[in-house]
């Protein structure tokens, strides 16, 4: 079993930045991606970033620009530095990670956002 603990919520104000940071419990041998998701008040979760065991990285069209995914080495903390900071951006925000050998997936507790406007 492994545990993901999120850090760096906070409520700031539109335009201000924030980095969330995503400890593991272990080493995460296996990884095939991490993840931060996100979610709104009365909206589904959705996934803000992503990191891929080769270092590929995406994002949701609207934080593209404006935040940015990475991680350590070891796969021991994932982080996201979030720039520019608008309302919208205000939700829960929760780390996941998945990995192969053998399958397994997990959650964090997440942290939450808020961005005053």
């Known amino acids: 079993q492994v545990y993901l603990a999120e850090s760096g919520g906070a409520l700031v104000q539109s335009g201000e930045s924030l980095v969330l940071a995503c400890a593991a419990s272990?080493?995460?041998?296996?990884?095939?991606?991490m993840s931060w998701y996100r979610q709104a008040p009365g909206k589904e979760r959705e996934v803000v970033a992503t990191?891929?065991?080769?270092?590929?990285?995406n994002y949701v069209d609207s934080v593209k620009g404006r935040f940015t995914i990475s991680r350590d080495n070891a796969w021991n903390t994932l982080y996201l530095q979030m720039n520019s900071l608008r309302p919208e951006d205000t939700g829960v925000y929760y780390c996941?990670?998945?990995?192969?050998?053998?399958?397994?997936?997990?959650w964090g507790q997440g942290t939450q956002v808020t961005v005053s406007s």
């Open positions: 272990a080493t995460l041998p296996h990884v095939v991606a």
């Open positions: 990191i891929t065991r080769g270092d590929t990285t």
């Open positions: 996941h990670v998945r990995m192969d050998i053998p399958p397994y997936d997990n």
